[in-house]
């Protein structure tokens, strides 16, 4: 099993920055990428961003494309999203996922294998 936490989120104003973190523990070398998905009330889970363990490899949603920057620390076994020029569309509530090796669509969430439990963001115009 792995587990992962998510941590920090908040209110912001329109314009601001915040910076996720997630921690990942447990069996994490059965891991292979890392990724970043939102729900806001009333809409359905969305991709955000998703990084390899080694670095090599990440993959942005378009509307936060140029904005947001995902970045990892295989040492640590943490991933971060680095959140600039936020909008009030971009509330919602942020969810840390892993996926294996195979069969993985970086931004298809239901290749990806564990969750965390979510962190809010609020963006307040």
């Known amino acids: 099993q792995v587990q992962l936490v998510e941590s920090g989120g908040g209110l912001v104003q329109a314009g601001g920055s915040l910076r996720l973190s997630c921690a990942a523990s447990?069996?994490?070398?059965?891991?292979?990428?890392v990724g970043w998905f939102r729900q806001a009330p009333g809409k359905e889970r969305e991709f955000v961003a998703t990084?390899?363990?080694?670095?090599?490899?990440?993959y942005y949603a378009f509307p936060v494309k140029g904005r947001f920057t995902i970045s990892s620390d295989n040492a640590k076994k943490a991933v971060y999203l680095q959140m600039n020029s936020l909008k009030p569309e971009d509330t919602a509530l942020y969810y840390c996922?892993?996926?294996?090796?195979?069969?993985?669509?970086?931004?298809?969430?239901?290749?990806?294998?564990?969750w965390g439990r979510g962190a809010q963001v609020t963006v307040s115009s």
């Open positions: 996922a892993a996926a294996g090796n195979t069969a993985w669509y970086p931004d298809n969430p239901h290749t990806y294998i564990y």
């Open positions: 990084i390899t363990w080694s670095g090599d490899s990440t």
């Open positions: 447990g069996r994490t070398f059965t891991t292979y990428a």
